[in-house]
């Protein structure tokens, strides 16, 4: 996988071959383990292999993830890997026709419905954590009066402080300083809004 490479949807094919829920879950699947094979995937999502190897060959197509390097096993399984390290869309490539935004706003609607999903989940599962997880998991909303263009500066330097971790993240895999680690989320939405 490239560094720090972002692939900005917008085509409306690609947009819905990643709103489906099952796609969701085995492309962070897959994003977390670096590579793996539609079993391993399907062990980690409690589906079945076909239906997993169904909708990689659909995550392929859209040029999400591809083919990568077998790993380890017999080599008859196909591996894959992300093409990238972000997928992100932009308001202002849905907007200049309403089918294109409703498709946009219910992919959306996707995506926060499995975080906040994740958050829940996290919440009724944080006994099982270690103290030192639990104190380092946090959960915090900021308010702001900023103009459009703030905004924007504020999403870059996120985006930027996120890829210093995920970097770091990734070296000490590599280098296979994998004690103590453990995969974690970090959710953001920046947004305007009236009270």
Not at 135 to 141: D, L, M, P
Request: without cysteine; hydrophobic residues 35%.
């Amino acid at each position: 996988m490239a560094a720090e490479k972002n692939h900005r949807v917008k085509d409306i094919d690609t947009l819905k071959a990643l709103g489906h829920p099952l796609r969701i879950k085995l492309y962070r699947a897959l994003f977390m383990a670096g590579t793996a094979t539609a079993s391993q995937l399907a062990d980690k999502v409690d589906e079945p292999v076909s239906l997993v190897s169904y909708h990689l060959r659909k995550l392929s197509a859209h040029r999400i993830i591809e083919e990568a390097e077998p790993g380890s096993g017999d080599g008859r399984e196909r591996w894959w890997r992300p093409v990238s390290t972000t997928i992100s869309t932009r308001d202002e490539d849905w907007r200049e026709a309403p089918e294109r935004a409703a498709v946009h706003a219910a992919v959306s609607r996707v995506y926060a419905r499995q975080r906040y999903e994740m958050y829940e989940e996290h919440l009724d599962t944080r006994d099982a954590w270690s103290d030192d997880w639990r104190g380092a998991s946090f959960s915090s909303e900021y308010l702001f009066t900023l103009t459009a263009e703030e905004l924007q500066e504020l999403g870059r330097e996120l985006d930027e402080l996120v890829a210093k971790w995920r970097e770091r993240g990734t070296a000490a895999r590599e280098a296979g300083e994998t004690q103590g680690r453990e995969n974690v989320v970090l959710h953001v939405n920046g947004f305007p809004f009236r009270t």
